[in-house]
């Protein structure tokens, strides 16, 4: 079975740009998840995405969003960006996204802004 | 105050020698605790997961013990190779929900293994 992929894996964007980065979970997997990665912060969850619907959010501010399609690929979007938005973007997908559930996740997208 | 703190920070060991890792949590109810391997530019892979009623775990090299009472998890990595250069987060799962979003993550401990 193929992994999780990202794309694009680096991005480079200005402040106040918006950006849109794109997740396909392994195949027959519904829970997509979105974390942000800082040197200073570890892992922090953003959203979990189940069957197109979002299940539970984390504590960031409006300017991130996302959404889940129907075969269970899920963007994540970043508007009005803010340099403090730099980091590395996980998703991991599971085939329930509960219990003993394993998250697999996909290699990130590196976002840089200037 | 995060609710799970992992110790150290960052470790330098050399190639054939033993390490161990730490982690405390106060996540509770607690449901499972899971140590992932994240090498650089690349997502975090599961190593072992462990529930309230396993105190062991072992995956190749790895070998994770768990203490319920006491809330501390270890990561034992037994004749290190340069490829266990990586970061280790310990992630510890609140009872409560099925949500991923309850997960608590550690910091990471940063390991190199020098030839």
């Known amino acids: 079975k193929a992994g999780v992929t990202q794309t694009p894996r680096y991005l480079i964007k200005t402040r106040g740009q918006q950006v849109t980065l794109s997740c396909s979970p392994i195949s027959g997997h519904r829970s997509v998840s979105w974390y942000q990665q800082t040197p200073g912060q570890g892992l922090q969850f953003l959203f979990e995405y189940f069957s197109e619907t979002q299940r539970n959010k984390g504590n960031f501010p409006g300017r991130f969003s996302g959404r889940q399609f129907s075969n269970s690929r899920s963007e994540m979007n970043v508007s009005t960006l803010e340099l403090g938005d730099s980091a590395l973007y996980l998703c991991?997908?599971?085939?329930?996204?509960?219990?003993?559930?394993?998250?697999?996740f996909g290699p990130g997208t590196r976002l840089t802004v200037l | 105050k995060n609710q799970v703190e992992q110790s150290p920070q960052s470790l330098i060991i050399l190639e054939g020698k033993n390490c161990t890792l730490q982690c405390n949590y106060t996540v509770s109810p607690f449901s499972n605790l899971r140590w992932y391997k994240q090498d650089t530019g690349r997502g975090p892979v599961s190593l072992t997961i462990?529930?309230?009623?396993?105190n062991t775990k072992s995956n190749g090299r790895y070998t994770a013990t768990l203490d319920a009472d006491t809330k501390q998890s270890s990561l034992h990595i037994t004749a290190s190779q340069l490829s266990d250069s990586a970061s280790y987060i310990c992630?510890?799962?609140?009872?409560?929900?099925?949500?991923?979003?309850?997960?608590?993550f550690g910091a990471g401990t940063q390991v190199v293994v020098t030839p």
């Open positions: 991991a997908s599971s085939p329930e996204g509960s219990g003993r559930d394993t998250q697999y």
């Open positions: 992630v510890v799962r609140a009872m409560t929900t099925d949500s991923w979003g309850k997960l608590q």
């Open positions: 462990m529930t309230f009623s396993e």
